[in-house]
């Protein structure tokens, strides 16, 4: 039985492009993983897609600036910055909770009196303390970016 016997004459459209990225997909994995664009432009005129159309989709497929994902906001970009994953992400957020009940923990201590080193310096324990709670709402909208758009769309 000869190939043509077994295929059908036409295919619809979504078949078509269906069958074309298997193939194409199939024909990667034998080679280098690689196209050159000579055989692409000589594809895609082959199975009629006009030359401007395929310039086009050239020019978007090679312009790296050219991308639908969203860029992480400045304030997500700072706070992640040197983080690799979520795990470690989580485990700032541990610090910043420790850094913060601590300065709560330190004024307590010193409005009872207790001897608490640094406790007395009133204006190094309210900067600590607000820079703790900034640090945690920043990193917690961090997170909450990244889990909803991906930890690869970081910097």
Do not use: C
Not at 6 to 20: N, Y
Not at 49 to 77: C, D, H, M, Q, Y
Request: net charge neutral.
């Amino acid at each position: 039985m000869s190939m043509n016997e077994q295929s059908p004459e036409r295919f619809p459209i979504e078949s078509a492009e269906r069958l074309l990225a298997r193939a194409a997909a199939l024909d990667a994995q034998d080679g280098a993983g690689t196209v050159h664009v000579a055989d692409l432009r000589r594809a895609a005129l082959d199975a009629g897609i006009g030359e401007a159309a395929f310039e086009t989709a050239l020019r978007e497929a090679a312009s790296p600036l050219k991308s639908n994902a969203p860029k992480p906001p400045w304030i997500v970009r700072v706070t992640l910055i040197g983080v690799p994953n979520r795990v470690v992400a989580w485990g700032f957020y541990a610090v910043f909770s420790l850094a913060l009940l601590s300065t709560g923990v330190a004024a307590v201590a010193a409005k009872a009196g207790a001897t608490v080193p640094l406790a007395q310096d009133t204006p190094l324990l309210l900067f600590v303390a607000l820079w703790s709670f900034f640090s945690l709402w920043s990193t917690a909208k961090a997170i909450r970016w990244a889990d909803t758009h991906g930890w690869d769309k970081l910097p």
